[in-house]
Structures are given as C-alpha cells and as structure tokens.
C-alpha cells in the first residue's frame, strides 16, 4: 500500500523566519505534487515534480524531489502571514487517474 | 472565472435525512473526483467519474453514498439517511483528461454537519 507521511503536522512561525516540511514515503512515485489549502477554499496546485533530484522555485518557495523519488521537501524562506495554508503533497498511485495524499501540514506564520 | 463551483457551500442535516451535494465542473473537463476531507487532514477519495462513466467509486463509505454524473458535466454526491461520521467537507475536482499527472482544479467544498 503506497502512503505519503507528512511532517510536521504542525508548524507555527514569525514572520520573516525559514522553515522546511517534509513528504516521505517507502513507495517510489512516478510524481508528486504540492497543494496548498486556505480555510474555506479547496487545494490549489503550486507544483507537480517529475524526475529524481529536481528542484523547483516558486518565488519564496523551493521544492525538491529526492533522488530515489521516494521523498519530497518543502521550503520557504522568509515566511510572510500570506503562506498560511494547509500544505498537501500528491503522488500518483498504480492506478493512471487516482492520487495518494499526505495529511498535510498545517502552516500558521504570525505577523 | 470559470473554476469548479460546488453548493451548497454549507448544509446541516439531521441525523437521518438525505442530503444532495452539487459539482459543477470546468467546462470540457473530462474527469470529476469527489474527496471527503476531515477537519485538518488530507482529502480522501470517495469516487471518480471519466465522462458520464463511474469509473471507480472505491472509496464510497457505504451504500447510502451515491454519486452520478449524467450527462458527463454537473455530478450529484447524494448521501442517504446520514449518520454523524458524514460530518466533512465534501470536495470536488476536475481535471481535463485525469491522469494522475494532471491538475486537479478543486472547488471550495461543501461543509456538511450531521446534528
């Protein structure tokens, strides 16, 4: 059974500060993908990470796919009370249309 | 914009009523899932739809959850007689074609409380 676990489940920080979450697995994903979820609203994709090693930037936001494609990582820098969300990672499962979901970490950064 | 709309956006029910929940996905999208999401925790998969076609409705807790899709655009969950464990947030999803690559577009959810 393919599981994504995430880490943190929880994370409150000042604004300004550095912070890395965490998606592992014992499973090797073709894929993983990144949302973010603010209260009320539905998951938003931020980015989809395809090959072993990649790194991807979003801005303040660095996501790296580990070599073995078996692990995911999440950073920001200089956290702003705008990234405040709940952050899901994404893999994609045996089947061609299903995805296997984390839990999630929720992210708080205080002004 | 045209996103996924769902509603209502919120229902309460009493224990034992019926209740229909509303997806109207992006438009030319060919595939729909709905997820069950539990305050704080990740969405779990309930079903998905290619078309007008269940392809899988694996994850439907029990046989008082139904879904159907139609004429392959608007989808209707419809859960009978509910229990309090119904208690979530009910989300749809579109993506254009469904493969586990592509986006999937969420709408904002419909918060559904069983008293």
């Known amino acids: 059974t393919q599981l994504l676990e995430q880490s943190p489940q929880f994370l409150s920080i000042q604004e300004g500060e550095n912070l890395t979450v965490y998606c592992n697995s014992s499973?090797?994903?073709?894929?993983l993908q990144w949302y973010r979820q603010e209260p009320g609203e539905g998951p938003v994709l931020l980015v989809t990470?395809?090959?072993g090693g990649e790194v991807k930037k979003l801005k303040r936001l660095t996501f790296q796919f580990g070599d073995a494609r078996k692990d995911s990582s999440l950073h920001i820098t200089a956290a702003q009370p705008g990234d405040t969300g709940l952050y899901l990672c994404?893999?994609?499962?045996?089947?061609?249309?299903?995805?296997?979901w984390g839990a999630g970490t929720k992210l708080i950064i205080k002004p | 914009g045209a996103g996924v709309s769902q509603s209502p956006r919120y229902k309460v029910a009493k224990r034992g009523q019926d209740v229909a929940l509303r997806c109207d996905p992006i438009?030319?999208?060919?595939?729909l899932f709905w997820y069950q999401q539990a305050l704080g925790q990740g969405p779990e998969f309930l079903t998905y739809?290619?078309?007008?076609?269940?392809?899988?409705k694996s994850g439907l807790p029990s046989d008082r959850f139904f879904a159907e899709r139609p004429e392959g655009s608007v989808s209707t969950l419809k859960i009978q007689r509910t229990q309090q464990e119904d208690s979530a947030v009910y989300l749809c999803?579109?993506?254009?074609?469904?493969?586990?690559?592509?986006?999937?577009?969420f709408g904002p959810g419909t918060r559904l409380t069983v008293l």
């Open positions: 994404a893999g994609d499962s045996d089947s061609n249309y299903q995805l296997i």
């Open positions: 499973s090797v994903f073709s894929s």
């Open positions: 999803a579109s993506s254009p074609r469904g493969t586990s690559t592509d986006t999937q577009y």
């Open positions: 438009s030319g999208h060919v595939s």
């Open positions: 990470v395809v090959t």
């Open positions: 739809f290619q078309n007008e076609a269940q392809l899988d």
